[in-house]
């Protein structure tokens, strides 16, 4: 059975720092568009219109000095290219005015107090100049320049607003991919780290920046941990070694006291003596890691491993068919099936019931173990297969321990709830449900499946 590849965590591009960086300088550099161009433009509108207003002074003052020079009568009007004026006598009537304002002449004065009047539909700006004893001239400048120079303004700002966020945000997300390459190739080599292996250190950057910190801080980091791992693993195996020899002595006495007295207290301990070689094994399991484990390979039939699982455990029931082979190591499998049927018992109490059926096809065996407990804690779900993490009152190691030995079979172990099947009778239902699934390995005409499995075998690393 090939093991299915590691696939690396990706993060979606809403979440990735890139796009949030990206996202960060794109607003700073809308607002700072906004504000730095609200401000120029501002200032270049007043500057604009103060050279409007000063033009119109200048043009007031040079026409009002070349009519008192020239001494004009009253039947002429002075005038220019683009400017609008008329001569107002003191009692508020038009003397004279340009020819674009002709229908004013002898009319009274329609402009009095207007800053800005509308000419021909289009808006100037006036003021006024005395004549001495002519009157008034009054002068016009169309804003038609002044307003075209205001849009254009307008629609730059409107143009920078808009563009340059966007370019901004190319720029950024691109800068960053080349930036944050170096990280993103750390987060995909640390999501391929194997924690069962020999921890391996990140690769640094050439350049000593802040990512080269960040992957220096966690390479010592991840030297800490497998040294504390190997410290762990050491002292957990000295351990479980320390204590599997008197327990393998104090197992054998009781086995031989419990036959020949027959003391219900001594069979108890007997049996807690069992309870503590397997934890033991399961310790010693956790010490040395799933990839330490090596399988030796048997062909054994059904009824050799129920025997086994009947005398390991107490008030079995047996469903199924239980006449055919199996192709595995009869010990591990015999951990891994008991470490389930002990969890159940322990679930259902004495007078509970549990249940191990066998379903075998061409390309599955299947063990299904139920009880009659309360069934699994509903919080715990997966985490009931993490070391140390128990839903019935045991050290926690059990389960774990079985899934890798279902794993190291090229098979599966799952959880789930106790359910009544037709035709099945004598199966617990109403507490727990674990279902290991283990390769095929019917014998026949063609032997590929069995020599797929001696592939396998040969393929699994030696310690």
């Known amino acids: ?78 005038g220019g290219t683009g400017v609008y004026t008329m001569i107002v006598d003191e009692d508020g009537r038009v003397l ?38 002519f009157g008034t001239l009054w002068v016009a400048l169309p ?23 966007l370019l901004m945000f190319v720029v950024g997300w691109l800068v960053g991919r080349r930036a944050l390459a170096g990280l993103g190739e750390a987060a995909d080599l640390a999501d391929r ?46 351990i479980v070694h320390e204590l599997g020899a008197p327990l393998t002595v104090l197992k054998a006495s009781l086995a031989r006291a419990a036959e020949r007295g027959g003391d219900p207290e001594v069979v108890r301990a007997a049996l807690v003596a069992d309870e503590l070689t397997f934890t033991t094994q399961d310790l010693m399991q956790l010490a040395r890691g799933q990839l330490e484990m090596r399988l030796v390979w048997h062909f054994i039939p059904a009824a050799t491993l129920r025997g086994r699982l009947d005398r ?38 004495p007078g509970g019931q549990v249940s191990v059926t066998l379903r075998e096809t061409s390309e599955h065996v299947t063990f299904t173990v139920r009880d009659s407990g309360p069934g699994l804690p509903a919080d715990l779900g997966e985490r009931i297969f993490d070391p140390f993490v128990s839903g019935s009152g045991s050290s926690g ?23 009544a099947q037709e035709g099945r009778p004598g199966e ?9 699934t283990l390769p095929g390995a019917a014998l026949g005409d063609d032997e590929e499946e069995v020599g797929e499995a001696e592939e396998e075998r040969e393929a699994l690393p030696v310690p």
């Open 1 to 78: 059975m090939s093991r299915a590849p590691l696939r690396t965590a990706r993060v979606a591009w809403r979440h990735s720092l890139r796009f949030r960086l990206a996202l960060v300088y794109t607003l700073v550099a809308f607002a700072l568009i906004g504000v730095i161009g609200l401000g120029v433009m501002t200032l270049l509108l007043r500057q604009m219109d103060a050279q409007f207003q000063t033009r119109l002074n200048e043009r007031a003052d040079s026409l009002a000095e070349a009519f008192l020079g020239r001494g004009q009568s009253l039947g002429k009007s002075p």
């Open 96 to 133: 004279a005015a340009t020819p674009a304002l002709r229908q004013y002449e002898g009319a009274p004065f329609p402009f009095e107090g207007q800053g800005t009047v509308q000419i021909a539909e289009v808006p100037a700006r006036t003021t006024t100049r005395t004549l001495g004893d």
């Open 143 to 165: 804003e038609d320049a002044l307003i075209d120079a205001r849009r254009i303004a307008l629609n730059a700002l409107l143009l920078a607003l808009l563009v340059t966020p």
């Open 193 to 238: 780290i194997d924690p069962t292996r020999s921890l391996a250190t990140l690769p640094l950057p050439a350049r000593e920046d802040e990512l080269h910190r960040l992957l220096a801080a966690l390479n010592r980091l991840l030297l800490r941990i497998e040294a504390g791992q190997a410290r762990e693993k050491q002292l957990l195996g000295q």
């Open 312 to 349: 390991l455990v107490s008030g079995l029931t047996f469903v199924g068919d239980w006449d055919g082979m199996i192709l595995c190591d009869p010990d591990r499998l015999t951990q891994a099936l008991r470490n389930l049927l002990a969890n159940a018992r322990r679930a259902a109490g």
């Open 397 to 419: 190691l059990g389960l774990s321990v079985a899934r890798q030995i279902a794993v190291l079979h090229g098979g599966t172990l799952t959880a789930g709830s106790a359910r």
């Open 428 to 436: 617990a239902v109403g507490g727990a449900q674990f279902t290991l």
